[in-house]
C-alpha cells in the first residue's frame, strides 16, 4: 500500500466522531479497496465491511476500534484511509484530489501554507505513474463525493 504523508495531527483524530463511521455500507463516503488491499486483508469485495447498524442508524468500519476511538489496522490501513481527508472526487468526465471540509482539521486550516504544500505534495503523489496506474486498475477508487473541495486535477 503506498505510503502517504500524513498531515492532520493525532490530537484531531482522536478527538473527532467523524472518521471510521458511515451512513451505509454503499454509500460512496465507504472505504473502497484495490485488489491488492483485498488480497493482503482478505477481503473479498471492493469496500470494507462494515459492523451491522448503532442505535444512532451509523455503521462503523470493521477494523476501527470503538472504546479506543482508533483504527486496528493503522499500519495496513487501505490507501483511502491513508488519503483522508483528501479524496479522489469525479466530477463529469474530469478527476481531482478533493478535500472533506467536514474534517475539523481541513476546515480550520485549508488556507495555511502548510496545507497548499501538502495538497502539492499530494497532487504529486496522486499524478505518479504508480498511483495513476493504481486508479486505472482499480477504478472505484474514484468516487463522486457531495460537498467536497476540489483542489488539484488528477491526470488520469
Ligand atoms: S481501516 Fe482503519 S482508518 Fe480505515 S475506515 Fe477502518 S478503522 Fe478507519
Known sequence: MPDIDQIVPEKYCLSCKGCCRFEGPRSA?????????????????????????????????????????????????????????????????????????????????????????HIAYLAGVLNSPANIRLLNENPWLIQQYPDVLNLSPVSI
Open 29 to 117: 463516503w465507504a472505504v473502497h479497496l484495490s485488489a491488492g488491499e483485498q488480497q493482503a486483508l482478505g477481503i473479498q469485495d471492493t469496500m470494507l465491511p462494515l459492523s451491522e447498524p448503532h442505535a444512532d442508524g451509523t455503521c462503523t468500519c470493521s477494523f476501527f476500534d470503538l472504546k479506543a476511538n482508533r483504527c486496528s489496522i493503522y499500519y495496513k490501513r487501505p490507501f483511502e484511509c491513508r488519503l483522508y481527508p483528501f479524496l479522489i472526487n469525479r466530477q463529469g468526465s474530469a478527476v481531482f484530489l478533493a478535500l472533506d471540509m467536514r474534517c475539523p482539521y481541513a476546515s480550520e486550516n485549508y488556507q495555511t501554507q502548510r496545507m497548499r504544500d
